[in-house]
């Protein structure tokens, strides 16, 4: 048990797939685990605990942004033994060959800020997806047959963001989406020695506006989550 995590010894799976939604943990644990159950409820935050093709898997909500996910991915390492971390949660494209549907696999994360700014101070961190990972969620990817794109990705503190310079910007330095979380979850598992990948689904597309339904997202989220389950697996 910890500050904000009430799971107690054993609960927490040494393999982690984070939404960031906690209704959305609890979908992805009904319809991708055997035998899960409820192992947090605090503050609302669920995550549950099953096993996927005999692999123990726990799925915990981290919240929106990286100021909530640095708390549960830091208690979820610090003081529940886990050792493999993917987000899987939602992104805007940002380049005209990123289409709604397509998968991204977050291979750098930039960021103007993170939780972790005050610890690195004036160094300019770089931090990047676990290279197995990555690697085994490509492969898993296109052997799924499913439109994926490799590279770096933003993590912003600001939803309704209005720097319209900065976004010109990414886009011009082949920034391929815009999510709110995966740099600090990268930087995260840099500090503490663990593996971590971000998993996205393109739900929205800040050049043409267009926006998946609700079923829609559902479908694609599945793919996301199959492909975050395959890599983590895939070298063990």
Sequence with gaps: MSLHIDAGPGDIAPTVLMPGDPLRAKWAAETFLDGARQVTTLRGMLGFTGQWNGHPVTIQGSGMGMASLSIYATE??????????????????????????????????????????????????????????????????????TRHHVGGIYSSDTFYDERTDLTDQLVRHGTLAVEMEAAELYTLAARHGVSALAVLTVSDH??????????????????????ALTAAFANI
């Design 206 to 227: 800040l050049q043409t506006g267009e926006a998946l339904d609700g079923a829609a997202r559902e479908r694609g989220f599945g793919d996301m989550v199959r492909i």
């Design 76 to 145: 979820l390492i610090r003081d529940h033994g886990a050792t493999r971390l993917i987000r899987i949660g939602s992104c805007g494209a940002m380049q005209p060959h990123v289409a709604v549907r397509d998968v991204i696999l977050a291979q750098t994360a930039s960021a103007v800020s993170t939780p972790s700014a005050t610890i690195l101070r004036e160094l300019r961190f770089a931090p990047c997806a676990d290279w197995g990972l990555l690697r085994a969620a490509a492969d898993a990817a296109k052997a799924s047959g």
